[in-house]
């Protein structure tokens, strides 16, 4: 009883964390949907390429995160935190690669996945935005993973609805209706959370709290 306790205590809040992220994307479609058809569909190929880019970075996390587990039973946090910044650091080496590339090839890159000439120039912008966002993209996947690999999982889930549901949707709701962005405020509030997750982490990261959690 006491295994199957522990198992559903690290487990729920990593199940929260998937389904609090899968809700923010499906609302974030729901407000883009105004701007029109062309909107919605730059919108999804850029998560589309998004997801591309996300896939190596979650395998330096979850890589990070059994290091991380392994270090602390072995009675090492030291090593364990210095396993998680290493992977950090190889994180943000992709996507900074991955951003130069973006930044200076947008439109080559929409292009793989759709020839549409006004697609591929607002799917371009909406790249290009997320830019922003993709510098920090390594340091939150892997923290988050390096956190989860520790059995510390609440505070990824905190941070899930931190940046979804307390800045990028109202932001995305919001920058339309009060700036002159239109469109491209609802990608800039995704850059925001984004930056908002990063600040999150690194705070609680630093604090240490994760290296004496007993799981």
Not at 58 to 80: D, E
Not at 84 to 96: E, I, K, P, T
Not at 119 to 139: K, P
Request: glycine share 14%; net charge positive.
């Amino acid at each position: 009883a006491g295994m199957i306790w522990r198992i559903v205590k690290i487990g729920i809040p990593a199940s929260f964390t998937g389904m609090g992220r899968s809700m923010g994307h499906f609302a974030l479609m729901w407000i883009m949907v105004p701007f029109g058809t062309l909107a919605v569909a730059a919108h999804s190929l850029g998560q589309r390429i998004e997801v591309q880019l996300f896939f190596p970075i979650m395998g330096l996390g979850i890589g990070a995160g059994v290091l991380a587990g392994q270090n602390l039973g072995a009675g090492q946090p030291g090593r364990a935190e210095r396993s998680a910044w290493l992977a950090v650091g190889l994180g943000q080496g992709f996507m900074f690669i991955c951003s130069v590339i973006i930044l200076l090839w947008a439109e080559k890159v929409v292009n793989l996945f759709n020839t549409d000439p006004a697609l591929v120039e607002l799917a371009s912008v909406f790249l290009r935005i997320a830019v922003a966002g993709y510098l920090l993209l390594g340091l939150n996947a892997v923290l988050s993973q390096g956190l989860s690999g520790a059995g510390d999982t609440v505070p990824p889930m905190l941070v899930t609805i931190l940046t979804i549901w307390v800045v990028q949707i109202p932001l995305s709701l919001l920058l339309p209706r009060v700036t002159n962005l239109g469109v491209y405020g609802v990608r800039w509030a995704i850059v925001a959370g984004v930056v908002a997750g990063a600040i999150a982490y690194l705070i609680y990261f630093r604090m240490g709290r994760w290296k004496r959690k007993k799981v």
